[in-house]
């Protein structure tokens, strides 16, 4: 069954990554954990009960009021979140992005080249003193809506 979980807006990242942790040093029967980019403060487990999902929420920052919203949700009431798009066909020269892991996570970056066949992008950090062009991993970005 897949549980919402009510966050801080804008820390989901941060309460998947302390979970993340509690499930590995628990040993919880947690099979996922997602953060929906639609979806702004609440991350979305999937676990075998409403108990499991309690214990992993138990004492972790930025989880607000009770934490789970009341009743699971059917996978296919989330369709419309987990619809599957292109990465490469989504991403534009010019387009402000945020890098999402590696030494430049949080970081806004704005995509100079994008390399569909390696799935690659070269960006420059907008808050750098220097502008030098980092290539990194399609997958590492997450496209700002401006």
């Known amino acids: 069954m897949i549980f919402p979980v009510r966050t801080t807006v804008g820390q989901e990242r ?10 590995k040093s628990d040993e919880l029967q947690i099979y996922s ?7 702004k403060g609440y ?3 999937e ?7 309690r214990h992993s929420i138990t004492n ?9 919203v009341k009743g699971a949700i059917k996978i ?17 020269e ?3 992005v945020e890098l999402i892991s590696g030494p430049f996570k949080g970081e806004k970056a704005r995509v100079l080249r994008v390399n569909t066949t390696k799935e690659e992008v070269t960006v420059e950090l907008l808050e750098a003193a220097v ?10 970005i997450r496209i700002i809506k401006e």
């Open 94 to 96: 010019g387009a402000k």
């Open 14 to 23: 941060l309460v998947v990554d302390i979970i993340t942790n509690k499930i």
């Open 47 to 53: 676990a075998e009960d409403e108990l499991t999902v």
């Open 43 to 45: 991350i979305l487990i």
């Open 33 to 39: 954990l997602s953060v929906i980019p639609g979806l």
């Open 60 to 68: 972790t920052p930025h989880i607000k009021g009770q934490g789970i």
């Open 76 to 92: 296919d009431e989330l369709d419309s979140l987990l619809e599957a798009k292109p990465l490469m066909k989504s991403i534009e």
């Open 131 to 140: 502008k030098i062009p980092v290539t990194i991993k399609a997958e590492n």
